[in-house]
Nanobody, 120 residues
């Protein structure tokens, strides 16, 4: 069974920085993509950033230039470096990974979510 474990959330002042981490463990044959969504109170879950391994990265317009996504393939870990944080970045951040436990059998997995609060 594959598990995604997130860490790094917390309370930060506007303009500050945080780094989220998400490690995938279990039976992993290959990873197609890893990324982050977020959900603020009363809002729908939205894509923040996605890294399609060895190919491309995409960001929500609202975070371009402030957030950076990266993957450590050796550790099956995705990171989200967040800078110049704004109160509107406050949300629960969810990690996801589309990966195959066996060749050709890809499935999407989700982390449990980590709270990011931007407030003075």
């Amino acid at each position: 069974q594959v598990q995604l474990v997130e860490s790094g959330g917390g309370l930060v002042q506007p303009g500050g920085s945080l780094r989220l981490s998400c490690a995938a463990s279990g039976r992993i044959f290959s990873i197609y993509a890893m990324g982050w969504y977020r959900q603020a109170p009363g809002k729908q879950r939205e894509l923040v950033a996605i890294n399609i391994t060895s190919r491309s990265t995409n960001y929500a317009d609202s975070v371009k230039g402030r957030f950076t996504i990266s993957i450590d393939n050796a550790k099956n870990t995705v990171y989200l470096q967040m800078a110049s944080l704004k109160p509107e970045d406050t949300a629960v951040y969810y990690c996801y990974a589309t990966l195959g436990a066996t060749p050709g059998a890809y499935k999407t997995y989700w982390g449990q979510g980590t709270q990011v609060t931007v407030s003075s």
